[in-house]
């Protein structure tokens, strides 16, 4: 049986001979919408985008996409959210009646998309390359969708499905300061924990141009800030001690760009 974890160590490999047999992505063949996007992407770029074939002869598990760009080249995996029966279920009762109730955990949906992509980018840590989760929320029907646009991939999803769900210390006694909260268990991303995943981006199914990215302040191989650099691509970093901040971010441009706080 495979480890849950591995442990990338620092290092450099080359690309794979067959990476200059890439195709336009305008004659690829795509499997879900979120390739088709994440594909315009690195094409808006200029990137050098290739479809990667299966290794299921080999028993390795295969990212969707090697992307080569001018800073380095990344391997992605790019996961779609797709409608489940209780978000059927709402679609439909809104319908029908202008109404519905539901719910779930904060993060839910986002931490296990965030770790079937890890399944699938795990087998190519031997290359020592960044390697990106690419996420798109996609619950929706032809009658609607559940609530609004990133319903489950908001900022603080991503937070809690990478760093843990927040803990909230409450005074129960008069004259106690509660301390401070704090990012807890369910966990994805750790020092020895997943750290060959780079950053965790999120294509925006309100325009399906806007790329938010999320580095993993564990990373490995990093993926440098001038990767996805364009005016519709928002980079986002963690402090120096990411547990202590649950459900914060802080706006992170590369050197030739200014972030609004800036």
């Not at 992505?25 to 990137?47: N, Q, V, W």
């Not at 380095?72 to 109404?99: F, H, S, W, Y």
């Not at 109730?101 to 904060?106: A, E, F, L, N, R």
């Amino acid at each position: 049986m495979r480890p849950s974890h591995v442990r990338c160590q620092l290092g450099h490999a080359g690309p794979p001979a067959s990476l200059s047999s890439g195709v336009s992505p305008k004659k690829m063949k795509f499997d879900t919408r979120s390739e088709e996007l994440f594909a315009a992407i690195c094409d808006r770029h200029g990137y050098h985008v290739m479809k990667l074939p299966t290794r299921s002869d080999e028993q390795l598990k295969t990212a969707d996409f090697s992307v080569e760009t001018p800073f380095c080249r990344i391997l992605a995996e790019v996961e779609e959210l797709t409608p489940n029966e209780d978000d059927l279920r709402q679609i439909r009762e809104m319908k029908e009646t202008g109404m519905t109730s539901g719910g779930d955990t904060i993060g839910l949906r986002a931490c296990r998309a965030i770790r079937h992509a890890a399944v699938q980018l795990r087998d190519h840590c031997d290359e020592q390359v960044p390697m990106v989760a690419v996420l798109y929320d996609n619950v929706r029907t032809s009658d609607g969708r559940v609530a609004y646009p990133m319903y489950y991939l908001e900022h603080y999803h991503i937070d809690v499905a990478m760093y843990g769900q927040r803990l909230v210390h409450v005074a129960l006694k008069e004259g106690i300061t509660p301390r401070p909260d704090r990012s807890g268990g369910g966990r994805t991303t750790t020092p020895d924990e997943k750290n060959y995943l780079s950053a965790v981006a999120v294509i925006s199914d309100w325009d399906d141009e806007t790329f938010y990215v999320y580095h993993n302040c564990f990373a490995a191989f990093p993926l440098p800030l001038e990767v996805f650099s364009d005016e519709r691509c928002h980079h986002f970093n963690k402090g120096s001690e990411p547990h202590t901040e649950p459900w914060q971010w802080h706006p992170a441009a590369p050197p030739n760009r200014v972030t609004e706080s800036d």
